[in-house]
């Protein structure tokens, strides 16, 4: 922790699923100890003692949960006191076993009501066994007397149909806090019915659960505003977890009720209302969410007898299950993936380019889910989302300010779109040969620096990528403020090809592209934001600039390009480019759509376009549960690795502190675990911080093993033990924890990662003293002689807009070198020579090795000592654009000679024709 820095909260388990799961399995050893001690021995007394202490403290966690419930609890304490411990031990296991297998969400009613199943009725009971149904459970809120609950379950038994297909149990809370605790802690419910005003304060908040609410704790409670309880209740919900329904029982008359009430429920409801119309409500809405327009229609098309007379012969499987060569091919996909595979439009389809039916709907149910205004299917991948979004909002010579380490693709579109780029440094970390993220400072003196040059009206758009490969996330809301402040038109494109996932978790979804821009969008429309900046503008100094946007001319326009199959469950190359620019409709969409049918194939794979709408259905009802357990993967894995001896002799986990440097982190967390201290809470860091690192993202530092990261990746990890990673550097490997995770994947990484270290030590051991002075000179090299990363240099006096100004002509440069009179090949020495005797070098290509994956040189740019004497240190074999053999293809200089003589006399007519 950083000196001076108010110390972090921290807690024995990150989570509280694993604090709950860690007390079962404790209760349920110490249950198995009592039922075999003697009677009335020392053993039998602090077993007792600490059972006791055990179920007390799981009374706190299971208030919020339907499953075991009061009563099973309630059961077990009885057994102690009667001192039925084997009963207790049976009890006790078979709890721990459904709770750690999940199965009794399989079996909701034989498991939850086994003990009182004959008072069920008998419909009920023989629901679940055997039968597909899908269950959920419903948070009521109110103070309740337990005759109260139990009539209320009384009355929803009644109304439940034997052959529905969705089943519930409900929970009870009785106050605000209550209620959101759970909403946290309990993933399985999926609406919530608010009656009347609850009471704010919870009476079961205790140490033991404490640092697991710090976001309820955190909420102001205004005694005046005791009656309002209920819509501000359900305003936090859809902070928290907005996908779920919520309805509001009340008896305020429908005048007195505000507008923001009416639209931010469901629906709502009156006690005299029949409860049927609430159980009816419940279940059309959670059917409501089920539903896949066109991941049904395909299902339904694929089963009409057809008649191919059009293209493609491997439609309903006929060229491949006909065929004695190709069987295995079809065998292998199984029937249906052919009966699926179609080129129609019609039919119950639709058309990707100009939808109108399932796809339409499809996408518009994609948009509520990620909280964007638009969303759009993208079927061959982010790369070409990128594309879409900057050729359809960018046109030629607008300037755009870019991080140089972004996705090669938004380079290839700074071509396609004519834009000038004027790229940011992101701060190095040299020490693992990677880079983090911009700067918020760099990005505002770049601005400003525009701006005194007369060029900011020229600034189109930001494009950062948030997260980096590496797990280095922006504060967006902090970003977009300042730049607003500066440019209040400014577009913002974030590339969130890693962070699709971030939308379903309330810490993540803070720093993500569309809840930040529909925040500062409500914000920015409220008569209090205006006398906020009016209050601001007065205390200013002469010349001093504001800090905060001017609610009149400020525009949210906000664009978030995702791969939904890199975090989410999506076919390959299945992506969406999402949407919340408030000047679409008027400035965008016709060029929007136009770019989108230049990028878009006429032949969408429709099992890819499927799979984006399941997934949909996937993150509404499972997406919160599913990305909570990914982190709580993520951070046992870290701890794992961290505090196990014999793997800490040659890995280290990289954590906060090595990615993000102490003037980054206002929080002061420096990382998530610490032996003697435990977990420590992150809540206010991801509010608070410049960046944050997403501890999915598990960056394993490999030096000490004396094997560079590729050799690792394939000789150890790939072939040894069949484990695929993305991403390598020099001295480190990337593992990413996501929603298909598992704890015995997580389990099987650490197992290889201790064989392997076994292997490093025989290994060593064998070395002679030669062959040792040689291994920790390997060692030595990957720990220590690490090539500095260079910064971006700057475009050739040919390429720029401006003399003197950020923006370079990368358009004109790329395609200069189709013309091979144009350019010559170098090779790396004489480079270096040529630029001590004063010569520009200027690249004529994207130079990208593989590590870092970026471009290095884009044509234009002058090529500086800096980046010769890194690639001269690059130990990778894989860089896109140079050719070790021929050397670096670079400009000829009467070439660019007679360039910069065009640029001059162009940049002449350009100050001419400001002067008249």
């Not at 640092?211 to 309880?229: C, G, H, M, R, T």
């Not at 990677?434 to 400072?441: A, D, K, S, W």
Request: glycine share 6%; charged share 25%; proline share 5%.
């Amino acid at each position: 922790m950083t000196p001076g820095k108010k110390k972090t909260v921290s807690a024995p388990y990150y989570s509280i699923g694993q604090l709950r799961l860690a007390n079962w399995n404790e209760l349920k050893t110490q249950c198995v100890k009592l039922s075999l001690a003697k009677r009335a021995s020392t053993i039998e007394k602090k077993c007792i003692a600490h059972i006791t202490e055990l179920i007390n403290g799981l009374n706190k966690i299971e208030q919020y949960f339907v499953f075991p419930g009061r009563q099973k609890l309630n059961k077990l304490v009885h057994c102690l006191d009667k001192r039925e411990f084997d009963s207790l031990s049976h009890k006790v296991a078979e709890i721990t076993k459904q709770l750690v297998s999940d199965d009794y969400l399989s079996q909701p009613f034989t498991q939850i009501q086994e003990e009182d199943e004959q008072d069920r009725p008998e419909e009920i009971r023989e629901l679940a066994p055997g039968q597909r149904k899908n269950y959920f459970e419903v948070l009521f809120v109110e103070d309740m007397t337990p005759a109260d609950e139990a009539a209320l379950h009384d009355k929803l038994n009644e109304l439940r149909e034997p052959n529905e297909q969705f089943v519930y149990e409900f929970l009870v809370q009785p106050s605000f806090q209550d209620a959101l605790i759970a909403l946290l802690f309990n993933p399985h419910i999926q609406a919530v019915v608010i009656r009347y005003a609850p009471t704010f304060k919870s009476d079961n908040i205790s140490p033991f659960i404490k640092p697991y609410i710090q976001n309820v704790l955190k909420i102001d409670f205004n005694s005046e505003a005791e009656s309002s309880l209920g819509p501000l209740l359900g305003e936090y919900i859809k902070r928290f977890r907005p996908e779920l329904d919520t309805y509001y029982v009340t008896d305020t008359s429908l005048t007195d009720l505000k507008d923001s009430t009416l639209q931010q429920f469901k629906r709502i409801y009156y006690r005299k209302e029949d409860l049927q119309e609430l159980h009816l409500g419940l279940i059309r809405g959670i059917r409501e969410r089920f539903e896949t327009p066109f991941f049904s229609a395909l299902k339904e098309y694929s089963q009409k007898p057809t008649g191919i007379f059009h293209a493609m012969p491997i439609s309903r499987g006929n060229s491949v299950f006909k065929s004695r060569w190709i069987k295995d091919f079809g065998e292998f996909y199984g029937r249906n993936m052919f009966l699926a595979e179609t080129s129609s439009t019609t039919g119950g389809l639709d058309s990707l380019l100009q939808p109108t039916g399932p796809l339409k709907k499809a996408q518009e149910m994609a948009a509520e889910t990620y909280g964007a205004k638009r969303t759009f299917f993208v079927t061959n991948g982010t790369s070409t989302a990128n594309k879409i979004v900057l050729q359809a909002i960018i046109e030629p010579s607008d300037l755009v300010l870019i991080d140089r380490d972004c996705h090669k693709s938004h380079h290839y579109g700074m071509v396609l779109s004519g834009a000038y780029p004027v790229y940011l440094d992101s701060y190095p970390i040299e020490e693992y040969s990677m880079y983090g993220g911009v700067p918020l400072q760099t990005i505002i003196n770049k601005l400003l620096q525009l701006k005194e040059a007369g060029r900011l009206d020229k600034v189109k758009m930001l494009l950062l990528t948030n997260c980096t490969f590496d797990g280095l996330v922006y504060n967006v809301e902090k970003v977009m403020e300042s730049v607003l402040a500066i440019k209040p038109d400014m577009i913002f494109l974030w590339d969130e090809a890693w962070f699709a996932f971030a939308g379903f978790t309330y810490i993540y979804k803070q720093r993500t592209g569309m809840f930040v821009a529909q925040k500062l969008f409500n914000k920015y429309s409220t008569e209090n934001y205006r006398k906020v900046y009016n209050d601001h503008v007065t205390h200013l100094a002469i010349g001093e600039i504001p800090s905060i946007p001017d609610p009149d001319k400020v525009k949210v326009r906000v664009y978030s390009t995702q791969s939904t199959h890199k975090t989410l469950s999506s076919f390959r190359q299945g992506s969406m480019i999402h949407i919340f620019d408030e000047d679409f409709r008027k400035k965008s969409e016709s060029t929007f759509l136009e770019s989108y049918m230049t990028h878009t194939s006429t032949s969408p794979n429709y099992q890819m376009l499927a799979s984006l709408d399941v997934g949909r259905r996937q993150v509404e009802f499972e997406g919160y549960e599913m990305v909570e357990k990914s982190i709580e993967l993520a951070m046992v894995l870290r701890a794992k690795i961290n505090n196990n001896p014999q793997l800490k002799k040659y890995f280290d986990v990289l954590t906060v502190k090595d990615f993000i440097p102490d003037t980054y982190r206002e929080s002061g967390l420096g990382e998530y675990h610490d032996p003697a201290t435990g977990w420590n809470r992150m809540e206010t860091a991801w509010e608070k911080d410049e960046f944050m690192l997403d501890p999915t993202k598990i960056t394993l530092f490999i030096g000490r093993t004396g094997v560079d990261g590729d050799t690792f990746k394939n000789k150890y990890l790939m072939d040894q033990f069949n484990i695929q990673i993305n991403k390598t550097s020099r001295n480190t490997v990337l593992f990413m924890t996501n929603i298909g995770t598992t704890r015995g994947s997580v389990a099987y990484l650490t197992n290889a990662l201790l064989k392997i270290s076994q292997q490093l030590d025989e290994e060593f051991r064998s070395l002679n003293a030669r062959e040792n002075e040689i291994n920790q000179q390997k060692i030595n090299s990957l720990i220590h002689d690490v090539p500095p990363l260079p910064d971006f240099s700057y475009f050739h006096s040919s390429f720029r807009a401006v003399p003197g100004v950020p923006g370079g002509n990368i358009r004109e440069a790329f395609f200069m070198a189709y013309n091979e009179d144009n350019y010559e090949y170098i090779s790396l020495e004489e480079c270096k020579t040529a630029i001590e005797a004063g010569r520009d070098l200027v690249a004529s290509s994207f130079v990208i090795p593989y590590p870092p994956g970026f471009p290095v040189l884009v044509p234009g740019q002058v090529v500086s000592s800096e980046i010769i004497n890194f690639m001269l240190a690059l130990d990778v074999t894989e860089i896109h654009g140079f050719r070790a053999d021929l050397g670096l293809r670079v400009f000829n200089t009467n070439v660019l000679n007679r360039q910069k003589t065009g640029t001059a006399m162009s940049a002449m007519g350009m100050t001419s024709k400001k002067t008249k």
